[in-house]
């Protein structure tokens, strides 16, 4: 355990030093308060809470941006360290390879934590003071926000470790990653929307389609934040949901089932590369 | 005596290419050994199966009676691979305690350790602006902390200046004297500026010896070269004795093995005021390495 807060604790620093944290809280900040001030122009229309319906786009902000951070922050992580040499010296030391894995997860979720709390942070706080019509339950929902977002990068680190740990070249390793996310949050969604224009009443729409969106772990995320807001914010993609056989709540649980095969598919990989 | 590394009859073969052919060496504590062996002879592989790292095809290695990469041969061993680059952004002394920690030593090790590779002045400065020397020293700092019972390093003195490696050397010596053993690779013998126990030189994965240098010295049975200073008159008559060949109208320089020598010496003297001057020269470590390291045909081919 003391060898997993060390490798956390090295990956923080060097996170910190190498100025990703405050590159990403930036782009997380900038993007979210465009949002926060395109949300706040008076509507009208919607009897919702001010930052509830900010917290709507900002959810769909991070299905984009986050897993982005995330696989970038992941994809060099053992690749890398095999190019620099570096992985030799770290496992001629005493310290299992799932050590490494989970102290170098550890590390890289506390980065990406800094990042969406000081970028939704700060964006989120603006939009509370400045907006019309704000109140606590706007506060909880942007906390919900963040926290899943959290969550959300955990699955996208954990799955950039299996490209980072299944190539040599860290080269190769930012081009699987650059793929994965190309694949799971654009193409995916493209063609589920494809197939549902096709037959929107259709067997597919009716009976597999909710679960192929659960099976991605950013719709997954976008499904579970955009149902549990309350029930005033107009969302479009809720109504895709009706057909779920669980509990929309429970979406939530398809970051994290991917984060966990994520991590034990890497730490299966790593246990055969050689340094 | 209890050996700390034992290898015996390592082989290892990567698809076409044979790596290492039955290699068998062992090191006591406190002992220095040099792998030398040219380009591609294997060294590095080697290490790295001593590290647990690569999987050898046959043979048997332990380190104190544990197998290689195991977490209790791990506590022993420190390595230092032939290139490795630092994050950039962080500071010798952020570096070295963080493998610190992961050795379990305690951090009041830190900077004692820099102290012995001389980067105290430089410890609190990112190592993105360290020299390359000082790169080479960092990392040997990383394998010295925690006194390891063996360390292995890979080509340590590439890059550092001739009194940082003298500094090296001292440094080495004082490391073996407290019962660290040292497995060192390099590419010469006159690199090595005899500051090891003992020196293995690996030749296309074989090991072609393993002992002492004085030892190899003799074993290679290279000749001796003399050269005599004569005078422009004497110089015929010193030719028709020894041989050779005549240089500079009044010197002969001729070779002859090492158990003629003193009695050439004394031939040599016998010729009184004929001789003006004898030089005479043993041959290099350079030479005895080209000996062992080279193969037959290259031998040939180079004269
Ligand atoms: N991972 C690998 N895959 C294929 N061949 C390899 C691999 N590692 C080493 N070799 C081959 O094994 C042989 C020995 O290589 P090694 O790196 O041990 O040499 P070396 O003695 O360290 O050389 P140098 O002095 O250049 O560092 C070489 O022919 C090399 O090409
Ligand atoms: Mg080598």
């Given at each position: 355990?003391?060898?997993v807060?060390a490798?956390?604790?090295?990956?923080?620093?060097i996170?910190?030093?190498?100025r990703?944290v405050?590159?990403?809280?930036?782009?997380?900040?900038v993007?979210?308060?465009?949002?926060?001030?395109l949300?706040?122009a008076?509507s009208g229309?919607t009897?919702?809470?001010?930052?509830?319906?900010?917290v709507?786009s900002?959810s769909?902000?991070?299905?984009?941006?986050?897993?982005?951070?995330?696989?970038?922050?992941?994809?060099?992580a053992?690749?890398?360290?095999?190019?620099?040499?570096?992985?030799q010296?770290?496992?001629a030391?005493?310290?299992s390879?799932?050590?490494v894995?989970?102290?170098?997860?550890?590390g890289?979720?506390?980065?990406?934590?800094?990042?969406?709390?000081?970028?939704y942070?700060v964006?989120g706080?603006i939009?509370?003071?400045?907006?019309?019509?704000?109140?606590?339950?706007?506060?909880?929902?942007?906390?919900?926000l963040?926290?899943?977002?959290i969550a959300?990068?955990g699955t996208?680190?954990?799955?950039g470790?299996?490209?980072s740990a299944?190539?040599?070249?860290?080269?190769?390793?930012?081009a699987l990653?650059?793929?994965i996310?190309?694949?799971?949050?654009?193409l995916?969604?493209?063609a589920?929307?494809g197939?549902?224009l096709?037959?929107?009443?259709?067997?597919?729409a009716?009976?597999i389609f909710?679960?192929?969106?659960?099976?991605n772990?950013?719709?997954?995320?976008?499904l579970?934040?955009?149902t549990t807001?309350?029930?005033?914010?107009?969302?479009?993609l809720?109504?895709?949901?009706?057909?779920?056989p669980?509990?929309?709540?429970?979406?939530?649980?398809?970051p994290?089932i991917?984060?966990?095969?994520?991590?034990?598919?890497s730490?299966?990989?790593l246990?055969?590369?050689?340094? | 005596?209890?050996?700390?590394?034992?290898?015996?009859g390592?082989?290892?073969?990567?698809?076409?290419?044979?790596?290492?052919r039955?290699?068998?060496?062992?090191i006591?504590?406190?002992?220095r050994?040099?792998?030398?062996?040219?380009n591609?002879?294997g060294?590095?592989t080697l290490?790295r199966?001593?590290?647990?790292f690569?999987r050898?095809?046959?043979?048997t290695?332990?380190?104190?009676?544990?197998?290689?990469?195991?977490?209790?041969?791990?506590?022993l061993v420190?390595?230092?691979?032939e290139s490795?680059?630092f994050?950039?952004?962080?500071?010798g002394?952020?570096?070295?305690?963080?493998?610190?920690?992961?050795?379990?030593?305690?951090k009041?090790?830190?900077?004692?350790?820099?102290?012995?590779?001389?980067?105290?002045?430089?410890a609190?400065r990112?190592?993105?602006?360290?020299?390359?020397?000082?790169?080479?020293?960092?990392?040997l700092?990383?394998?010295?902390v925690?006194?390891?019972?063996?360390?292995?390093l890979?080509e340590?003195?590439?890059g550092?200046?001739?009194?940082?490696?003298?500094?090296?050397?001292?440094?080495?010596?004082?490391i073996?004297d407290k019962g660290?053993?040292?497995?060192?690779s390099?590419h010469?013998l006159?690199?090595?500026?005899a500051k090891?126990?003992?020196?293995?030189?690996?030749?296309?994965g074989?090991?072609?010896a393993d002992?002492?240098?004085?030892?190899?010295?003799?074993?290679?049975?290279l000749?001796?070269?003399?050269?005599?200073?004569?005078t422009t008159?004497?110089?015929?008559?010193?030719h028709?004795?020894?041989?050779?060949?005549?240089i500079?109208g009044a010197?002969?320089?001729f070779v002859?093995?090492?158990?003629e020598?003193m009695e050439?010496?004394?031939?040599i003297?016998?010729?009184?005021?004929?001789?003006?001057d004898?030089?005479v020269?043993?041959?290099?470590?350079?030479?005895?390495?080209?000996?062992f390291?080279?193969?037959d045909?290259?031998?040939?081919?180079?004269?």
């Amino acid at each position: 355990m003391r060898s997993v807060l060390a490798i956390a604790q090295y990956e923080i620093q060097i996170g910190v030093r190498n100025r990703w944290v405050v590159l990403a809280s930036v782009i997380l900040f900038v993007f979210a308060l465009l949002l926060v001030l395109l949300g706040s122009a008076p509507s009208g229309a919607t009897k919702a809470d001010g930052l509830s319906v900010v917290v709507a786009s900002l959810s769909t902000l991070t299905v984009y941006l986050v897993p982005l951070i995330a696989l970038l922050l992941s994809y060099d992580a053992i690749a890398g360290e095999i190019d620099r040499g570096t992985l030799q010296l770290t496992l001629a030391c005493p310290v299992s390879r799932g050590e490494v894995l989970l102290g170098k997860f550890l590390g890289h979720l506390v980065v990406l934590a800094i990042a969406i709390l000081i970028g939704y942070g700060v964006a989120g706080a603006i939009g509370f003071y400045f907006g019309e019509n704000t109140d606590t339950t706007g506060l909880v929902d942007l906390g919900r926000l963040i926290a899943t977002s959290i969550a959300l990068g955990g699955t996208f680190i954990a799955i950039g470790y299996v490209a980072s740990a299944s190539v040599r070249q860290t080269g190769t390793a930012a081009a699987l990653a650059v793929a994965i996310w190309l694949f799971a949050v654009v193409l995916y969604d493209l063609a589920l929307l494809g197939a549902l224009l096709v037959n929107p009443e259709g067997a597919f729409a009716k009976t597999i389609f909710p679960y192929l969106l659960l099976a991605n772990p950013a719709d997954a995320f976008r499904l579970f934040n955009l149902t549990t807001l309350d029930a005033g914010v107009p969302t479009g993609l809720a109504a895709g949901s009706s057909g779920l056989p669980i509990s929309t709540h429970l979406a939530i649980l398809s970051p994290f089932i991917w984060m966990i095969a994520g991590l034990a598919v890497s730490s299966l990989i790593l246990r055969r590369v050689q340094p | 005596m209890k050996m700390i590394l034992d290898t015996s009859g390592v082989s290892k073969n990567f698809k076409s290419v044979e790596a290492l052919r039955d290699v068998s060496i062992s090191i006591a504590p406190g002992e220095r050994v040099a792998l030398l062996g040219h380009n591609g002879a294997g060294k590095t592989t080697l290490l790295r199966i001593v590290l647990g790292f690569l999987r050898m095809d046959e043979g048997t290695v332990e380190i104190n009676g544990h197998a290689p990469g195991s977490a209790a041969a791990r506590r022993l061993v420190s390595y230092l691979p032939e290139s490795v680059a630092f994050p950039k952004m962080l500071t010798g002394r952020e570096i070295v305690s963080y493998y610190a920690k992961l050795k379990g030593v305690a951090k009041d090790e830190v900077m004692p350790t820099l102290e012995k590779v001389d980067l105290v002045d430089a410890a609190d400065r990112r190592c993105g602006t360290y020299s390359k020397g000082m790169r080479q020293r960092l990392g040997l700092a990383q394998a010295l902390v925690g006194q390891p019972q063996l360390l292995l390093l890979d080509e340590p003195t590439t890059g550092l200046d001739p009194v940082s490696r003298q500094r090296f050397y001292t440094l080495l010596s004082d490391i073996a004297d407290k019962g660290t053993a040292v497995l060192l690779s390099s590419h010469g013998l006159s690199e090595l500026e005899a500051k090891t126990d003992r020196v293995a030189i690996l030749r296309d994965g074989r090991l072609v010896a393993d002992a002492p240098l004085p030892e190899l010295q003799l074993a290679a049975k290279l000749p001796i070269r003399i050269r005599i200073q004569s005078t422009t008159e004497d110089v015929e008559q010193v030719h028709n004795r020894f041989g050779g060949k005549r240089i500079n109208g009044a010197a002969v320089e001729f070779v002859c093995a090492q158990p003629e020598k003193m009695e050439r010496l004394s031939a040599i003297s016998e010729l009184g005021g004929a001789v003006t001057d004898v030089d005479v020269s043993s041959p290099s470590l350079d030479e005895v390495y080209r000996y062992f390291s080279l193969r037959d045909e290259q031998k040939g081919a180079d004269k």
